[in-house]
């Protein structure tokens, strides 16, 4: 009798041990599967709201900056009768214009990653097709689970994943122009104002950092004279690099 009860516990011992090993086993598979199928699919999706989202912040920045200066104020030309003899910038306007734009975006960037939404410098309606409350928490998108499936049919089932980010390291910013010829003896300057920042998109379960370089076309500028052969420091010039650290 006493065998039969200690084959009995064994046997039960046995097959909770086996069971404990498969539950292992389908754990381990499970998280790989999440990390090689789910993951990625979650990510570029989160990649894609994050860059789309700080497109908004830097768009509305400049523009906002760009209304307030004066773009003829930016260049410093030296002409001798019709001919233009140098091109370059203004360096105290152009610092003027990347620190408050840089200061601007820096600041919108971190009320969002805060969410100090009643903070944000931004223009009317910027944000408009945002949820409000979700962005008070920090969140800038909630991602439906069923989109890791594929199919649009299941894509808005299952609970849906918060999205976050948070601005990691220094914005870098700096004018760019490009002077060409136009038509006869005018030369034409495209100012573009160009920015590197580095965001880190906080998911759940994963985590990834992207970096966002981007040139946005501010302004056009026709200057009527002979063109030179060179400019002062190239026919392509940028400005000074600025950074601005995060506190």
Request: aromatic share 8%; proline share 4%; charged share 20%.
């Amino acid at each position: 009798m006493k065998k039969r009860i200690k084959l009995k516990k064994h046997h039960k011992f046995n097959k909770f041990i086996i069971i404990l090993i498969l539950l292992i086993i389908f754990i381990f598979l499970s998280f790989k599967f999440i990390n090689l199928k789910v993951n990625p699919v979650l990510l570029d999706y989160a990649e894609m709201e994050s860059r789309k989202l700080a497109s908004i912040i830097i768009n509305d920045a400049i523009n906002q900056n760009v209304a307030k200066s004066n773009i003829d104020d930016m260049f410093i030309i030296t002409k001798e009768g019709d001919e233009i003899k140098s091109i370059d910038f203004n360096p105290v306007v152009v610092n003027q214009m990347l620190t408050s734009t840089t200061s601007l975006i820096q600041s919108n960037l971190k009320y969002l990653e805060q969410g100090k939404v009643e903070l944000l410098n931004l223009t009317n309606e910027a944000l408009i097709e945002y949820n409000q409350d979700k962005l008070k928490q920090g969140i800038i998108y909630e991602i439906p689970s069923g989109i890791v499936f594929g199919n649009s049919f299941l894509a808005n089932i299952g609970p849906k994943i918060p999205v976050k980010f948070s601005l990691v390291g220094d914005i870098t910013s700096y004018v760019n122009t490009q002077v060409t010829d136009y038509g006869i003896n005018n030369a034409l300057i495209e100012v573009n104002v160009v920015l590197d920042l580095s965001i880190q998109i906080i998911l759940p379960f994963v985590t990834d950092k992207i970096t966002i370089d981007t040139s946005i076309p501010v302004a056009l500028k026709l200057i009527q004279g002979n063109v030179p052969n060179y400019y002062l420091n190239g026919l392509n010039n940028n400005s000074p690099s600025f950074a601005l650290p995060i506190n």
